[in-house]
DNA sequence: CGCGGCTTTGATGTTCATCAAGTAAAGTGG
DNA sequence: CCACTTTACTTGATGAACATCAAAGCCGCG
């Protein structure tokens, strides 16, 4: 009986260094579960037991702060790997993860996959630069974020979703203002004021949540610059 | 002949997993270089070619942005090992870092070190721990910085100071006014002001770069609202 | 000594948050 | 299914927070 690790896509990305016989250890023990849009995946301040990783959709990736308030981190796609993040450094999560789409979820025993990691040497270099890449792009992120004004901003979280997220200048938002604004550090009232003006000024058309980009370079052109 | 790495109170960090016949391969081929207050230790866009790690001092980490202004992501002393970030995600430096006091590092032959990492899992573990908790520190105090106002984010720099790097209420701040400017996201000017406020309201005391910090409650307060 | 970079303060204007008020949309219980 | 409540969205008016511009003093260094 073949374990049905061994079809899934994402094999390659954590399994390519793993034998057969050890990959069918981790695989008997996965349970895969669909969060839907808005339920929460992970809560920070959780005992972290299980290793999980996302097949399918779209998450935010969160923290609330002392004064209560949610700040978003960063968005993050299946190849993004954003729920590893605390797994190596804590044994709590620090971060939340929610669902923004509905998604899809591997979950490991989280003691398994550590004895793999602890004997497999090529496995755990395989998982590093996962998490790498995944702390290396939220932080580069954020560091764009934070030197532009509020138009930039808003404009680069459509560019965002745009080019990253859906590869389509048409496309159902899947957040939000309150969220966008949660994201770039601005307050709801001014994230929609900028919408407006974009839409006032032909740069996207919005429809409820659909936003199309109209004058593309235009909003290039605002993000890099006001 | 025993290798001067083996009394390295470093040495635990990453090589509590490492054989001293390992040792002595990685530390045989050690260097260790100073550099003195200003210079720069890694440039961003360049080849990684070794492996590095702080020994002694202060270092900032920093990014050129298509603005040409630079931002300063973070600070960090010998044991948050921020060195390690682009290693095994890139093969060029994302980052640069910079002494911001005299620094001591000891420098590694990359590829002798990646070796090592895939036959020893558990050194490869450490390293993974020592990359993770760096980054989630990076993430967090940025994400403590984008919340505050001008005032909250000054003296949020000035307690990082205090309690994270010397311990002490009293102590020469290492970096320029400009340099706190881009760290925290806001005007050279306006952090002079409010340092000057600061000073004014006896919050601090202020000779030159020398900083003591009067009322701590205070302080605190304003790092923590307005 | 003079030049450039760091620091400081003031004046001014822009950007952004806050407050207020209303509409639309979405979930909730009878 | 409809009234009801809540949450999301939108716009405007106002003031506070912050950037920008300008000018001058200071310090280290060639």
């Known amino acids: ?24 250890d981790i695989c008997e023990i996965k349970e895969e579960r ?13 005992q972290i037991k299980e290793f999980l990783y ?7 990736l969160s923290k609330i702060g002392s004064d209560g308030k949610e700040q978003i981190i960063s968005f993050s796609k299946p190849f993004d790997f954003v729920s590893l993040l605390s797994v190596f450094s804590s044994d709590k999560y620090k971060y939340s993860v929610t669902a923004v789409e ?29 998490v790498s890449e995944a702390t290396d ?8 974020i934070k030197r532009k004004n509020l138009k930039g ?10 080019n990253y997220v859906y590869n389509n200048n048409e496309f159902e938002l899947p957040i939000s203002r309150r969220e ?6 601005m307050t709801t009232e001014n994230v929609i004021r900028t919408l407006s003006e974009f839409r006032k000024d032909k740069i996207i058309k919005i429809f409820g949540k659909d936003i199309l980009i109209a004058d593309k370079k ?4 605002i993000s890099e610059f006001g």
């Open 1 to 24: 009986m073949k374990c049905s690790c061994e079809r899934c896509e994402l094999k390659t990305l954590f399994f390519s260094h793993v034998s057969l016989y050890e990959l069918n």
């Open 34 to 46: 669909s969060f839907s849009k808005g339920e929460i995946i992970i809560k920070e301040g959780e």
């Open 54 to 60: 996302m097949k399918e959709g779209l998450v935010k």
């Open 102 to 130: 509905n998604s899809v979820v591997c979950i490991l025993d989280l003691e398994v996959v550590k004895t793999h990691a602890k004997q497999n040497a090529m496995f755990t270099m395989d998982l590093m630069k996962r």
């Open 137 to 144: 792009k939220i932080i580069l992120e954020n560091l764009e």
């Open 153 to 162: 901003r808003v404009a680069h979280v459509l560019l965002y979703f745009a």
């Open 180 to 185: 966008i604004a949660e994201h770039i550090g």
């Open 218 to 221: 235009r909003l290039e052109g």
